[in-house]
């Protein structure tokens, strides 16, 4: 394939507000966005501010919306485009921007210190912790999360609703949270922090989230869902909450 | 500039760098009771770390009881040519299953065998089954697991914020000085000690597997005070990285795929690597086809030629493809695809699967990968002492890939990772007693904070019309061209002009934009440490007059007894870097018994 003159429009700016800017460049075999992306920086804009560190999808720092659709800019081939097609690259809506595509994702870190740690189980009588690949391969596939924070990006419940956002972890910390609640040696409640701090309760499983995932996760069906199910038996189950009582928990 | 009241910290430890050495020595240094800041240029989880792949190296013993310490340590000391320091390979052996097992605490998934302890998976170099893993994405779990177990341990953490000067005050540690990239503002750091776990300098090179973090920041800021900086000489070439399409160039494929019984082949369809088995490691490989195969199934037979240490493989097919061997693209087959069923193939290597199929349109379990080195791993960095990771200045401490002499002239897989929690968590507990031990206040020079504020914000106001991506990119170049896998004198002499000349060159360096977000400021400033690493590893590379290693030499192509007995150490006098050839600790005789073993 020879070079290939493309059209990008990229938004430039920062908190006080910003324009989007054309830029034309040439495109050789296999890029991804991100490639040319730097391509523009390091020929035409030395400014424009991007993140990325591992440009092979295993980082999670390279989110945006490319033609509107929220994806990693370096798992995304150039040669998907129609030609002539011009394609416009934006930074994630539902968070703050700081500059040009990159945004003030500190939301997250801030959700992430209010999910208490990971408490284990005592140990097996021989001192060893013994588990079986079945018990794991749910909370492994959750584990995969590379914080992308692109489910956050489209969920309906903050993506323009700034004031959801102090009750409700979004669909990233669900997936954390469900990772804590089915793992084999973990022995903290969260039942508590779920249904209320967390706000599960907002989602109406619209399924955007799983949509957009890079990683594939089943974030409502595998999580989600699950999640809800859980306290449903928790808060609404009389045994159960009887067992609760009983138990300290 | 008018006088700019800095924002100012005040802490007893800061580690620089959240990977997971910074991570590991953040969570003991708090752990021990004093006041940890931790900081890191990029967000948090998104270190080197995270895209680690095959898996931490741990002699647990859990597929092959034979494993123990001892044989890590001679796979350790043998892979790095006997150069390594043997304390730290020793320490390294005895306490990595320790750490592998305290994650698991923290909350760590490892893939489990049928017994239900941790799986443990081949790699080059070493004898058993030794790494354990979550499929190819082990850095990730690594990481989260450290992130998500230090967010409740009352560390500060500093996203974004890169640190680009040390501060010393009468010879000791005293502080950092260094940005905020979201603002461009300043920030200075107080502290007693600061730990370095900023990783390696590969962004040097052209053809790399590591990202724009990787630019040398804690061995120049190391050598800047006066550090030593030893084993600068030794860079680990990756024998497999992408090589087609060329916007992939360089990105990682996991040595798991050999691990997991992929073959390395030419164009002639030929298993090369029979050719290329060295004297040194004769008695423990496989000489035919069936001998290899048969090791996979049981690992009493002599392994597979494909899984010898990466320098040996790197030069091997860096000569296949010399030879016309290789494919149009420069490179030779990896193939798993006709060995292997595509399930078992998704299963171990779903991270490879993906790769491949998003980046080169290539079904790994149907087709052949192809491959070719890849600038991978700095062995090198700064001097340290092999207990207490304290470097040869008071109060500075390194760990990690930033740190040399675990891995002498030459990494095997998996004991990076497995490094980075040994020596991480030593690095935070030294550091914490240094701190409780140190008598009398430390002050920050202002002035010469003042002048560092200064040089830093020069590009803005430059003469000059340099682009940094253009420096960046002619200093890969000269690295990749002339510092690379195979080196010859006049060449390494070429290039230390060719540094020189770029070092004239980033005076003049012109930023556009404002101190807000800017990448290029950002890279201009960046490149006073990739030029210091490059020069320093150049240096070592033309005093080290002989073959050993990640270090070829064309004019030297054997091992030379004399340079056996030697580390090359490099610092910095009166701004000016200097050589010196200084011996290798004496190895107790125990220990030399337990190399001199045969198998
Ligand atoms: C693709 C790939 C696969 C790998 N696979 C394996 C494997 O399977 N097994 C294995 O053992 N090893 C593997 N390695 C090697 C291993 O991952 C790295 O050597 C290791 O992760 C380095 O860890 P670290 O903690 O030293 O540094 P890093 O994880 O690189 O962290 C460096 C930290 O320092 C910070 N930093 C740097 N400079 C500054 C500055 N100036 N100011 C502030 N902060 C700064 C960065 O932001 C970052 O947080 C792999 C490497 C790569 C690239
Ligand atoms: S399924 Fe729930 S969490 Fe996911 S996007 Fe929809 S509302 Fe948000
Ligand atoms: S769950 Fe998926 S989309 Fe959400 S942050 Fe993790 S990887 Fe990204
Ligand atoms: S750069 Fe790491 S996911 Fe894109």
Redesign the interface.
């Known amino acids: 394939m020879a070079e290939q003159q493309v059209h990008m429009r990229l938004w430039r700016g920062?908190a006080k507000g910003g324009e989007f800017r054309d830029y034309r460049i040439g495109v050789?075999?296999?890029?991804?966005v991100l490639?040319v992306i730097h391509a523009i920086?390091?020929?035409q804009?030395?400014?424009?501010?991007?993140?990325?560190?591992?440009?092979?999808?295993?980082?999670?720092?390279c989110s945006a919306e490319v033609n509107g659709k929220p994806r990693l800019m370096c798992?995304t081939?150039m040669n998907t485009f129609k030609p002539g097609e011009t394609i416009t690259i934006s930074p994630m809506r539902a968070f703050p921007i700081?500059?040009?595509l990159?945004t003030?994702?500190s939301y997250n870190?801030r959700k992430?210190?209010e999910i208490?740690?990971?408490k284990?189980k005592p140990k097996e009588a021989d001192g060893?912790?013994?588990?079986?690949?079945e018990d794991?391969d749910r909370?492994?596939e959750f584990?995969?999360?590379?914080?992308c924070f692109l489910c956050q990006n489209v969920c309906h419940v903050i993506r323009d609703h700034d004031d959801n956002k102090p009750a409700f972890a979004g669909p990233r910390f669900f997936v954390r949270l469900a990772s804590?609640e089915m793992?084999p040696?973990?022995s903290n409640d969260r039942m508590e922090l779920i249904q209320q701090k967390a706000g599960l309760g907002y989602c109406n499983i619209t399924k955007c989230c799983t949509e957009v995932c890079p990683e594939h996760i089943h974030i409502t069906d595998n999580a989600i869902i699950p999640l809800k199910e859980r306290l449903v038996d928790e808060f609404y189950d009389p045994v159960r909450r009887l067992f609760r009582v009983f138990a300290g928990k | 500039m008018a006088e700019e009241k800095y924002e100012t910290h005040e802490y007893d430890v800061i580690v620089i760098g959240a990977g997971g050495a910074g991570l590991r020595a953040a969570v003991e240094a708090s752990a021990q009771g004093v006041k940890t800041a931790l900081v890191c240029k990029?967000?948090?989880?998104?270190?080197?770390t995270?895209?680690a792949e095959g898996g931490i190296a741990a002699a647990m013993g859990n597929v092959y009881p034979e494993d123990n310490w001892k044989v890590h340590f001679r796979d350790t000391m043998r892979g790095g040519k006997l150069l390594s320091n043997w304390r730290m390979a020793q320490i390294h052996a005895q306490e990595s299953p320790d750490r592998v097992?305290e994650l698991?605490?923290?909350?760590a998934?490892f893939?489990?065998?049928k017994?239900?302890?941790i799986l443990q998976r081949d790699f080059g170099g070493h004898r058993y089954a030794r790494l354990a893993h979550?499929?190819d994405?082990t850095g990730?779990?690594m990481i989260?697991t450290l992130q998500?177990?230090a967010?409740?341990k009352g560390i500060d953490v500093y996203?974004e914020c890169n640190l680009q000067r040390l501060l010393t005050d009468a010879g000791k540690i005293s502080g950092a000085f260094g940005y905020w990239r979201?603002s461009g503002k300043f920030i200075l750091f107080k502290c007693k000690a600061v730990v370095l776990a900023t990783g390696g300098g590969g962004k040097a090179w052209k053809v790399t597997s590591n990202?724009?973090?990787y630019t040398g920041d804690g061995v120049t800021m190391a050598a800047d005070v006066g550090a030593d900086l030893m084993d600068m000489e030794f860079m680990q070439f990756h024998p497999t990285g992408m090589v087609?399409?060329?916007?992939?160039r360089g990105?990682?494929v996991t040595e798991g795929v050999r691990g997991d019984g992929g073959t390395l082949k030419n164009t002639k369809g030929e298993r090369f690597m029979f050719n290329y088995i060295p004297e040194f490691f004769k008695v423990e490989t496989a000489e035919t086809e069936k001998e290899a195969d048969a090791w996979y199934e049981d690992k009493k037979n002599r392994r597979t030629p494909d899984l010898l240490p990466r320098d040996e493989v790197a030069r091997a097919i860096n000569s296949e493809v010399k030879a016309g061997r290789g494919t149009e693209h420069g490179g030779v087959f990896l193939d798993i695809a006709s060995r292997r069923s595509a399930d078992y193939i998704q299963r171990r290597l779903p991270?490879m699967y993906?790769?491949f199929k998003?980046?080169?349109d290539v079904d790994i379990t149907k087709e052949a990968m192809e491959v070719g080195p890849t600038c991978h791993y700095a062995m090198g960095g700064v001097r340290v002492d092999a207990d207490t990771t304290a470097a040869t200045v008071p109060g500075l401490f390194a760990a990690g890939e930033v740190a040399a002499g675990l891995h002498g002239a030459n990494r095997l897989g998996g004991n990076s990772l497995s490094d980075l929690l040994v020596f991480g968590r030593r690095a935070g507990l030294y550091a914490a007693e240094y701190c409780k031990a140190l008598k009398g206040a430390l002050a920050v020079n202002t002035d010469q904070v003042n002048a560092f504020a200064r040089e830093m914000l020069a590009p803005f106001e430059s003469k000059g019309s340099e682009?940094?991506?253009?420096i960046h990119?002619d200093l890969q170049e000269c690295m990749q061209d002339l510092v690379g896998i195979i080196r010859v004198e006049s060449e390494l002499k070429k290039a230390l002009e060719i540094i020189q000349q770029l070092k004239q060159r980033t005076r003049n360096v012109k930023?556009?934009?404002?101190r807000?977000?800017?990448?290029?400021?950002h890279l201009a400033l960046d490149l006073h440490s990739l030029l210091g690493f490059s020069e320093a590893a150049t240096l070592a590379a033309i005093e080290r007059k002989e073959s050993r290693g990640g270090h070829t030499r064309d004019d030297y192509p054997n091992t030379d007894a004399k340079f056996a007995k030697v580390n090359v150490v490099v610092r910095k006098k009166n701004g000016e870097f200097a050589l010196s050839q200084e011996p290798l600790p004496e190895m107790p005789d125990e220990l030399k018994a337990l190399l001199e073993e045969k198998k």
């Open positions: 920062d050789g075999e296999g890029m991804v490639d920086q390091a020929q804009a030395n400014d424009l501010a991007v993140r990325w560190n591992c440009k092979a999808g295993k980082c999670g720092s798992m081939r700081i500059r040009d990159v003030d994702v870190f992430a210190e208490p740690a990971f284990p060893t912790r013994r588990m079986f690949q794991i909370v492994q584990h995969k999360c590379i914080e804590l793992h040696l973990d | 990029s967000l948090l989880g998104k270190a080197h995270v895209m097992l698991e605490e923290w909350g998934l893939d489990r065998p017994d239900g302890l979550v499929g994405r990730l779990e989260r998500q177990h967010v409740h996203m979201e990202s724009w973090e087609w399409p060329p916007s992939v990105i990682l991270s993906h790769q998003e980046l080169a682009n940094p991506y253009t990119a930023i556009e934009g404002n807000q977000y800017n990448p290029g400021w």
